[in-house]
T-cell receptor
Framework: GAVVSQHPSRVICKSGTSVKIECRSLDFQATTMFWYRQFPKQSLMLMAT?????????EQGVEKDKFLINHASLTLSTLTVTSAHPEDSSFYIC????????????FGPGTRLTVL | AQSVAQPEDQVNVAEGNPLTVKCTYSVSGNPYLFWYVQYPNRGLQFLLK??????LVKGSYGFEAEFNKSQTSFHLKKPSALVSDSALYFCAVRDIKALGRLYFGRGTQLTVWP
């Protein structure tokens, strides 16, 4: 099956710093990637839809200047949490949709962000 | 608008017994339905999907789901549960318009006890 990786798997940072999370589709091309946030024992909250070569589409209530998304190639999307604060601590998960197959998304293993 | 509902936060079954995790959906148009499983501190793993065709869909790890249009349901089932099936299960429906974004249910924690 299609494989999606995320790096890092876990990151701890100081308040005020920026953190970049990478999402890669390893064996397929993904024109569209999605970024989710998950709080403990809760469902996934879609943050934004990332399209290769264009600006990301953010969900209502998600600050685009705080959560910068770049989808520079068909296999890589990055999420940068700028000026992180403790309330940004969460589990961030990306997914990628196989190009030409619009029905299945494959998820990365997630990144645990802890902001001190 | 598309949505799914998982009415049970928790399902407990004994190993070897059949299990069912419930999901109902609300969509405009034909539904594209999915089941994913999540183990602690991990991303979601795809189990199965219904797009069209047979109402009974078979997926990974012995799971299957039955699409029922009249009841707008897509319950996940397994004939014989394993302790290793214990995890968080999400039902999802795909938006046919918005670049395929998924709408997730709130999740059901399945616990299989030995």
């Amino acid at each position: 099956g299609a494989v999606v990786s995320q790096h890092p798997s876990r990151v701890i940072c100081k308040s005020g710093t920026s953190v970049k999370i990478e999402c890669r589709s390893l064996d397929f091309q993904a024109t569209t990637m999605f970024w989710y946030r998950q709080f403990p024992k809760q469902s996934l909250m879609l943050m934004a839809t990332s399209n290769e070569g264009s600006k990301a589409t953010y969900e209502q209530g998600v600050e685009k200047d705080k959560f910068l998304i770049n989808h520079a190639s068909l296999t890589l999307s990055t999420l940068t949490v700028t000026s992180a604060h403790p309330e940004d601590s969460s589990f961030y998960i990306c997914s990628a949709r196989v190009s030409g197959h619009t029905d299945t998304q494959y998820f990365g293993p997630g990144t645990r962000l802890t902001v001190l | 608008a598309q949505s799914v509902a998982q009415p049970e936060d928790q399902v407990n079954v004994a190993e070897g017994n059949p299990l069912t995790v419930k999901c109902t959906y609300s969509v405009s148009g034909n539904p594209y339905l999915f089941w994913y499983v999540q183990y602690p501190n991990r991303g979601l793993q795809f189990l199965l999907k219904y797009i069209t065709g047979d109402n009974l869909v078979k997926g990974s790890y012995g799971f299957e789901a039955e699409f029922n249009k009249s009841q707008t349901s897509f319950h996940l089932k397994k004939p014989s549960a394993l302790v290793s099936d214990s995890a968080l299960y999400f039902c999802a429906v795909r938006d046919i318009k918005a670049l395929g974004r998924l709408y997730f249910g709130r999740g059901t924690q399945l616990t299989v006890w030995p």
